[in-house]
């Protein structure tokens, strides 16, 4: 049975994210779970997330799951914008709620809002770490080249 989706397509925070994602080499997008996924051969990153442990009451409809430098993960977790999502934070996995600065949780319904408040150079550096954390040697290098 196929997922409903679970996002706006206009939503300025996606669109933001899509546009980082899809520059790194040989990245393609692909609706998993009801959900925009980057990857290259490995998912690098994905849209939306539980929390874990609060599936239900804790969705974040407009946040970035990625994977952090090992020795990076305990200081993003000190930020309350950092979460660790279900399903996957066991695997060291963490997500960022983008919507946090317009004053809410990110887990009320969809909005295409302004995305101003986001720091957009560090979700960059988050894509980029994530992206290095899960590619090949091959990739990484041609990252590296440009």
Not at 69 to 96: C, K, N, S
Request: aromatic residues 8%; contains cysteine.
């Amino acid at each position: 049975m196929a997922h409903p989706t679970m996002f706006a397509d206009d939503d300025a925070l996606l669109a933001r994210v899509r546009q980082i994602a899809l520059t790194f080499p040989e990245a393609k997008e692909r609706v998993s779970h009801g959900s925009p996924n980057w990857f290259h051969r490995k998912t690098f990153a994905s849209w939306r997330a539980h929390i874990k442990g609060e599936h239900d009451s804790t969705r974040l409809n407009r946040a970035l799951c990625f994977l952090p430098d090992e020795q990076e993960r305990a200081a993003l977790l000190e930020d309350d914008r950092f979460h660790v999502p279900a399903y996957i934070g066991h695997a060291g996995w963490l997500v960022l709620d983008l919507a946090h600065h317009l004053g809410e949780p990110g887990r009320t319904q969809l909005r295409a809002d302004d995305p101003d408040g986001v720091d957009w150079d560090e979700v960059g550096e988050l894509i980029d770490m994530s992206y290095c954390n899960t590619a090949p040697k091959k990739l990484v290098a041609l990252l590296d080249a440009r």
